[in-house]
């Protein structure tokens, strides 16, 4: 057996495990910072435009643009607000259903607060308790979208005038005041 046969030997097996390996691994779907592509069976999400809005998101970011919780939360929900999201609940009124209990499609809509002045929202993607939700939303990671994020209501009441998200698996950091959610459908329809 020659030098080359005998490191081919050696060293092929090995090689040629780790480039199946590489292989598999770039052929599965691409996790979210909030875990791996979310599947939904509901009634309440429309999948038509999260998708169109996912769409968007990729798009923008093709092209060097900034990802903004605003048109991704337009664009998935169907709530035909504009302006930054610390208005979307005041312009709401009269034209959208509002409330305090989450439902599927729904826009979360975030006060804004000291650190967050233009406010947030974001899409019920999930009920998954009286106290626990899943949103779908945009920039909370900087030009990144978070699907399936869990949000707790922490406020004393169960009304869910305040709320923890889930940042890392495990672990809720600090609490953010809600103005409420805002409801797909417009008002008198």
Known sequence: M????????????????????ATAACSTKPETKSGP??????????????????????????????????PFARNASGVQIRGNANTWWGKAAGLYERGKAPFEGAVMAFAATRGMPMGHVAVVSKVVSDREIRIDH??????????????????????WSSVKLESNP???????PINGFIYPQTAGL
Do not use: H
């Open 37 to 70: 592509e979310i599947a939904y069976a509901s009634q309440g999400i429309d999948l038509d435009r999260r998708a169109m809005a996912l769409r968007e998101v990729k798009e923008l970011q093709s092209k060097g643009a900034r990802v903004w919780c605003v």
């Open 2 to 21: 020659s030098v080359t046969s005998s490191m081919k030997a050696k060293f092929g097996l090995p090689v040629l495990c780790v480039m199946m390996l």
């Open 138 to 159: 945009a920039n909370w990671s900087r030009n990144k979208v978070s699907l399936g994020m869990s949000v707790i209501d922490v406020s004393a009441a169960g009304d």
């Open 170 to 176: 495990g672990a809720y950091g600090s609490a953010y």
